[in-house]
């Protein structure tokens, strides 16, 4: 059982930044993708952004450019750096992890989510 726990959410003004991060318990052999989705009211959640245990990264379309996604194998740590924030960047953002990456849709095979963490874009 992987278990995943976000941190980092929290009130922004528009164009600032945050770092949302997501510790999992030590992953095991099979788990070699990660990723961040989001989900605003009343949306579908989407992918936002996701990368391999290799460093292969995918994006969304409109965080390409403001958003990076990294990991840090020695620490179990996957982060999300969210700069020039929008208004539209406001959802509750959820870290999960699969066995790989579909760029599309993030990982895929024996998926855990973590729980979220809410982000909030406001002046």
């Known amino acids: 059982q992987v278990q995943l726990v976000e941190s980092g959410g929290g009130l922004v003004q528009p164009g600032g930044s945050l770092r949302l991060s997501c510790a999992d318990s030590?992953?095991?052999?099979?788990?070699n993708a990660w990723g961040w989705h989001r989900q605003a009211p009343g949306k579908q959640r989407e992918l936002v952004?996701?990368?391999?245990?290799?460093?292969?990264?995918t994006y969304a379309n409109d965080v390409k450019g403001r958003f990076t996604i990294s990991r840090d194998n020695a620490k179990n740590t996957v982060y999300l750096q969210m700069n020039a924030l929008k208004p539209e960047d406001t959802a509750v953002y959820y870290c999960?992890?699969?066995?790989?990456?579909?760029?599309?849709?993030?990982?895929?095979?024996?998926?855990?989510w973590g729980q979220g963490t809410q982000v909030t874009v406001s002046s």
């Open positions: 030590g992953s095991g052999f099979s788990i």
């Open positions: 952004a996701g990368i391999t245990r290799g460093g292969t990264t």
């Open positions: 999960n992890a699969g066995e790989r990456l579909r760029l599309d849709s993030g990982p895929i095979g024996n998926v855990y």
